[in-house]
């Protein structure tokens, strides 16, 4: 079984800075794609930001230039550096694990339990 535990989440004001993590542990042989997705209330959940293997980048309009993902392929762990914050940034943050490859041969997407970020005005 695979795990992805977030921490990072919080409280800042507009223009503040906050930096979500995400580690992924279990019986991991390789995750293709790690990523970060948001749901505000009343809204379908969006990707953010993903990053691949590779270290190729994917970032949703609204946060390019403000965002910054990345991962460390030895640790499983990703991150996302969000700077300039908005108000509309407010959202449940989920971490995701794509196309996770597990030393038992399985193929499968994991998500994290998510972690709220809240820009005050």
């Known amino acids: 079984q695979v795990q992805l535990v977030e921490s990072g989440g919080g409280l800042v004001q507009a223009g503040g800075s906050l930096r979500l993590s995400c580690a992924a542990s279990?019986?991991?042989?390789?995750?293709?794609?790690m990523g970060w997705y948001r749901q505000a209330p009343g809204k379908q959940r969006e990707l953010v930001a993903a990053?691949?293997?590779?270290?190729?980048?994917n970032y949703a309009d609204s946060v390019k230039g403000r965002f910054t993902i990345s991962r460390d392929n030895a640790k499983n762990t990703v991150y996302l550096q969000m700077n300039s914050l908005k108000p509309e940034d407010t959202a449940v943050y989920y971490c995701?694990?794509?196309?996770?490859?597990?030393?038992?041969?399985?193929?499968?997407?994991?998500w994290g339990q998510g972690t709220q970020v809240t820009v005050s005005s």
């Open positions: 990053i691949t293997t590779g270290g190729s980048t």
């Open positions: 279990g019986s991991i042989f390789r995750i293709n794609t």
């Open positions: 995701a694990a794509k196309g996770v490859v597990t030393v038992a041969k399985t193929y499968e997407d994991y």
